[in-house]
Each structure stands twice: as structure tokens, then as C-alpha cells.
């Protein structure tokens, strides 16, 4: 919570902030152009007024679409999958994604979160015998090879993952 205050207020005064008069040059068509190759393959700028970086960001949790999205991107998926069942309405998965999230981010990549609404996804449900929220799966080359219901704490979460990776 203090984390978004803080977040809030900086963007507050850096969006209120005007620049100085003549500090930043007008963005003109030409400051931004697309870098041009050249035979070698060196990547050429012709106007470095402006640079645009972009990185591709690692995305550990992914919420479930449809059924074959589940196949997808967690039966057909060579790196383990936890698979969070929740409810919206469902106090305890309120605090356990979360937490369950910020532990599978800790595993940089060894295993990544699915997330499965059980009011949109009821087929789902019922074929992995989910009878109460929230359930996780954990799912090893398409098998259910562990499972939990309800609420745990991070070393508890921990020592789950552990055993997943292997």
C-alpha cells in the first residue's frame, strides 16, 4: 500500500512538472526514425536526436483464456506450471496469489503461474477435481505431480516449488 502512495505521488510530480522554457527540443517527424542497416550489419541511426529502447519482459504469470489456451501454455509446456484455481469472490485467494506469485517470480524462470478463474473456466474445474478455492496444481510435462488447498505461508510455498523443480 505505501509502495502505491509513493508511486502515485512521484508520478504526480513528474506529470505536474513542466519543462523549462527552451530544456527540451520539440519532437519533430524526423527525431525519430527507424535505424537503417547497412551491408555489414552494423545498425546505422541517421538522427540520433531521440533513442528508444525496448526489452522483452519474462512474464512468469499468465492468466488462462480458454481450454486450449490451458493445453497450450500448461499441459503441452516443458517447464513446470503451478496452476492457481481462484474466484474473484474468494477471500484466502486474495492473499495467496499474490504471495504465490511473488515466490514463483523468485524462481527466475525454472517454473512459470498459470491462473484459472473457476467462474469462467468451470470445464476446467471439474476436470481437475477442484472442489474448493483456492486449489493449486503443480504440473510437471502435462501431469498433475503435487497439489494443495487452501492457504499456505512463503516457506510452505517455497518448499512446493522446490519440489516441483526438483
Request: proline content about 8%.
Amino acid at each position: 500500500m505505501a509502495q502505491r502512495i509513493l508511486l502515485r505521488r512521484f508520478l504526480a510530480s513528474v506529470i505536474s512538472r513542466k519543462p523549462p522554457q527552451g530544456q527540451w527540443p520539440p519532437l519533430t517527424s524526423g527525431a525519430l526514425q527507424t535505424p537503417q542497416c547497412s551491408p555489414g550489419g552494423l545498425t546505422i541511426t541517421p538522427s540520433p536526436a531521440r533513442t528508444i529502447c525496448t526489452t522483452r519482459v519474462l512474464s512468469t504469470t499468465f492468466n488462462i483464456q480458454d481450454g486450449p489456451d490451458f493445453q497450450d501454455r500448461v499441459v503441452n509446456s516443458e517447464t513446470p506450471v503451478v496452476v492457481d484455481f481462484h474466484a474473484q469472490w474468494c477471500g484466502p485467494c486474495k492473499i495467496l496469489g499474490p504471495r504465490l506469485e511473488k515466490m514463483v517470480a523468485k524462481q527466475h524462470g525454472k517454473v512459470v503461474m498459470a491462473k484459472v478463474d473457476i467462474d469462467d473456466h468451470t470445464d476446467l474445474a471439474i476436470e481437475y477435481e477442484v472442489s474448493a478455492v483456492p486449489t493449486v496444481l503443480a504440473m510437471k510435462n502435462g501431469d498433475v505431480v503435487d497439489k494443495f488447498v487452501g492457504i499456505k505461508d512463503e516457506d510452505q510455498l517455497e518448499a512446493f516449488l522446490k519440489k516441483l523443480i526438483g
